[in-house]
């Protein structure tokens, strides 16, 4: 399986100058995160050539840059036959659609994220107040996939409004980061589970938590799933089988559902293991089945 080329669509650039491009917030935040390193455009192309990554979706790492898109933009208009950008904007700044808007007719900007800014928040404003919504059908009028991130603990509320979305957009691509089962407890959130007592066990196979969470999703075809670093890791405290887990999702959703992205810039797994450990969650998959994870379903909805 070492030959099938793979489409990384969740990459993080950390730019090596922080006068060019310097940390912002988000809102509801004054905190950024400072990188001990970086992931530059040009790094990570050299990273993809090297492991049989054809293309990438570079994200907007929010707790870095918050909603100053600049270097993704800039890199994906440097490197246009390789990267998609993926900007964050503030749903609730009705400025967004229109900046949006622009960014995608001039600037090359190939999908939008919307992320929740903090653990302790408990509302849903920053996914659908008004403001909100007019950022998703201005994404599903453009043709663009719209991703959304979500702590663990609110996804018995986010997972729901989310639904309500794309049954009132049908034509909206959506994408659930880190495929929404509790498995998108990443490292940092765990820590703050632990220290608020909270229970941070994983649900066990055959159905990996599937039936309480993103089942309700099973008839909107609209909506895939992003498996990305985050889920191997929780994957691995419970030593269970990444391949059993994608093919349970296969089995409920379809493969031309699923996707497969490194999460460079957070995760600080060496790319080269990333890219085999993507190739070998895809071993229980068909041929055309693993295409369509690897590679086919992030072309189809980032097609251009």
């Known amino acids: 399986m070492a030959e099938d080329p793979i489409f990384d669509t969740h990459a993080h650039l950390i730019a090596d100058d922080d006068v060019a491009y310097p940390p912002s917030p988000m809102r509801g935040t004054t905190h950024v995160t400072q990188m001990n390193y970086t992931a530059t455009a040009e790094w990570l192309i050299d990273r993809m050539d090297r492991n049989g990554v054809g293309k ?26 390789r990267f998609v950008p993926v900007v964050i904007l503030d749903a609730q700044d009705p400025e967004t659609p229109a900046k949006y808007r622009d960014m995608v007719l001039n600037h090359g900007v190939r999908g939008l994220r919307f992320a929740q800014t903090h653990f302790e928040f408990f509302d849903t404003a920053w996914m659908n107040s ?40 049908p034509s909206l691509k959506i994408i659930v980061d880190h495929i929404g089962t509790p498995h998108t407890l990443s490292n940092p959130e765990k820590a703050r589970y632990v220290a608020a007592g909270l229970d941070s066990s994983m649900p066990p196979p055959p159905d990996f938590g599937i039936a309480d969470t993103i089942s309700i999703f099973e008839g909107l075809p609209n909506i895939s799933f992003k498996f990305t ?41 060496p790319y080269e293991e990333k890219a085999a450990a993507a190739r070998r969650a895809a071993a229980q998959l068909g041929p055309d089945e693993r295409r ?13």
Request: charged share 25%.
């Open 130 to 169: 008004p403001n909100a919504m007019e950022c998703w059908r201005t994404a599903a009028e453009l043709g663009t996939p719209v991703a959304i991130i979500f702590f663990r603990r609110h996804l018995s509320w986010g997972l729901p409004a989310l639904k309500f979305i794309a049954e009132y957009l």
């Open 229 to 269: 670093e985050i889920n191997m890791e929780r994957l691995a405290d419970q030593k269970a089988e990444p391949a059993a887990f994608i093919r349970r999702l296969a089995d409920v959703f379809g493969a031309d559902r699923l996707m497969w992205g490194s999460d460079l810039g957070q995760s600080e797994w």
């Open 292 to 304: 369509a994870f690897l590679y086919e379903t992030a072309e189809r909805l980032y097609e251009r």
């Open 56 to 81: 990438a979706c570079i994200v907007q790492r929010g707790h870095v840059y918050g909603y100053d898109n600049s270097y993704i933009i800039d890199s994906g208009r440097k490197y246009s036959d």
